[in-house]
């Protein structure tokens, strides 16, 4: 929902930033990791029960996110590497902040309830993998409830507030689900390919029966063009044979008739 909205907003504010970042010397690259050196500072924070700290490293590793993509753009240094890097990263970030968070509740909340960031990372995962594989196939896959600036936001409020960080997590899964789902629905739908039907079948022959931007026969239709004028003139002269070999008086019979 954020990169359909309000991403365009967002990189004219942070484009003069990136801009002057990219002339102090910081690199994208640079940014990216040391944001994810942030976002494990936040799973420490987060585990040892220092929640506030964790939401300051949070919002800390966020800038780090945000940013890396217009210095990149600044330095003109953008490219298939660098947007490896930063997708890799901010999926061992999300591993390493929800696995503090798990490493909180097994302290404060004996049971099973260690197990509800797991499920938020299993089907955030998920969804990330759905983007990537549809953008391999070349279909757009952005969008939906709860992408990963969403999941952030609402994950600071539930630092923030300590008692709703259980009902935040709850949030966080079910908003995911269904954004899991509203994608895979999405990319179905698009991806959906026309059935094969008789008349598709009978253009691809006729395609297949003329040269490709020549407009020329194919050697197998001049092979089914030269065979068919040789029967019809093998045809034609045993006709003519057996017309010579009649009497002349047949012959008469056959032309009076044909007249």
């Known amino acids: 929902m954020f990169d359909g909205r309000w991403r365009e907003t967002v990189d004219r504010g942070t484009g003069p930033v990136g801009i002057r970042l990219q002339r102090l010397g910081i690199s994208a690259d640079l940014l990216t990791a040391s944001g994810l050196a942030f976002a494990g500072a936040t799973a ?15 919002v800390v590793t966020g800038l780090h996110d945000l940013l890396d993509g217009p210095v990149a753009k600044a ?5 298939v590497r660098g947007a490896f890097f930063d997708s890799v990263s901010d999926r061992v970030a999300d591993a390493l902040i929800l696995g503090g968070i798990a490493w909180y509740l097994a302290s404060t909340h004996p049971g099973h309830l260690v197990l509800l960031p797991f499920a938020i990372l299993g089907v955030t995962t998920l969804i990330s993998y759905q983007r990537a594989k549809a953008e391999s196939l070349g279909i757009r896959a952005k969008g939906g409830l709860m992408e990963r600036a969403e999941r952030i936001i609402l994950l600071a409020i539930g630092l923030l507030v300590t008692p709703l960080l259980v009902p935040v997590l709850w949030l966080l899964l079910i908003l995911s689900t269904a954004t899991a789902i509203g994608r895979f629905v999405k990319v179905w739908g698009m991806a959906e390919a026309p059935p094969v039907t008789v008349a598709t079948r009978r253009h691809r022959r006729q395609r ?4 490709a931007g020549s407009g ?6 001049r092979w089914r063009a030269r065979r068919q004028g040789e029967l019809s003139s093998r045809s034609g002269r045993a006709w003519r044979a057996r017309h010579d070999r009649q009497p002349r008086s047949a012959r008469q019979r056959t032309v009076r008739r044909s007249a």
């Open 44 to 58: 420490v924070a987060a585990a040892t029960g220092h929640l506030h700290l964790a939401l300051v490293l949070l």
């Open 75 to 79: 330095s003109g240094t953008a490219s």
């Open 208 to 211: 297949a029966s003329t040269r």
């Open 216 to 221: 020329r026969p194919s050697s197998a239709a």
